[in-house]
């Protein structure tokens, strides 16, 4: 089975620039959520979209967006990209978020977005 | 109330030696703590998980120890491996809310 996919695998912009960057989840999960990753620290929490309604935010931005589609595949959007935004965005799915599931995160290997 | 440290930052083991890493957490509310292996390149890979009201769980050669009171819990590795030379992630996670804590990592090198 496939596992989390995340599209483009890197991508370089410039400062004020816009990127879309793209995940679809394992068959079956709807719950999708995405990380910053700067070098040399553990992911941070951007957002988390369950059946295709933000469930959580974390403390980025209101130049990070993102939506999930019908198809539970998802969008991160960043807006007037600065150079402190160049980290790996990551892209975990799992199959349901309530309390006590204990549904693990399954996590794509990242989009390496870099600023210059 | 939300951070999960992690020690060491780095550590090298011989091969077949007993890697051991440790996390604190402060927040009880957490009611699911998995590990998280990443090689360079890669995403964040599954290890095992652990649930507050289980004191030991293992897998393999992996084994996570759970300390509730001392809100403490920890990965070791048995019969350490070259190839398990990687960067690990400790978490924590309301299971309700779907957001990941992670810790700041350990970078293993094993030896041969």
């Known amino acids: 089975d496939a596992g989390v996919t995340q599209s483009p695998t890197h991508l370089i912009k410039t400062r004020g620039q816009q990127v879309t960057l793209r995940c679809s989840p394992i068959?079956?999960?709807?719950?999708v959520s995405w990380y910053q990753q700067v070098l040399g620290q553990g992911p941070q929490f951007i957002f988390q979209y369950y059946e295709k309604e933000e469930r959580g935010r974390g403390n980025f931005p209101d130049r990070f967006s993102a939506r999930q589609f019908p198809n539970y595949s998802s969008e991160l959007n960043v807006n007037a990209l600065l150079l402190g935004d160049s980290a790996l965005y990551l892209c975990?799915?799992?199959?349901?978020?309530?309390?006590?599931?204990?549904?693990?995160?399954?996590f794509g290997d990242g989009t390496r977005l870099s600023i210059l | 109330q939300q951070q999960v440290k992690q020690s060491p930052q780095s550590l090298i083991v011989q091969k077949g030696g007993i890697s051991i890493i440790n996390c604190a957490y402060e927040n009880t509310a957490f009611d699911y703590f998995p590990w998280y292996q990443q090689f360079p390149g890669k995403g964040p890979a599954l290890l095992i998980a652990i649930r507050p009201d289980v004191s030991e769980k293992k897998e393999g050669r992996f084994t996570i120890s759970f300390n509730k009171s001392a809100k403490q819990f920890s990965l070791h590795i048995m019969d350490s491996q070259p190839g398990d030379s990687a960067t690990y992630f400790c978490a924590a996670i309301f299971s309700w809310s779907g957001k990941l804590i992670f810790g700041q990592g350990t970078t293993l090198q094993v030896k041969p």
């Open positions: 068959s079956g999960h709807k719950s």
């Open positions: 975990a799915s799992s199959s349901k978020v309530e309390m006590g599931s204990n549904q693990p995160q399954h």
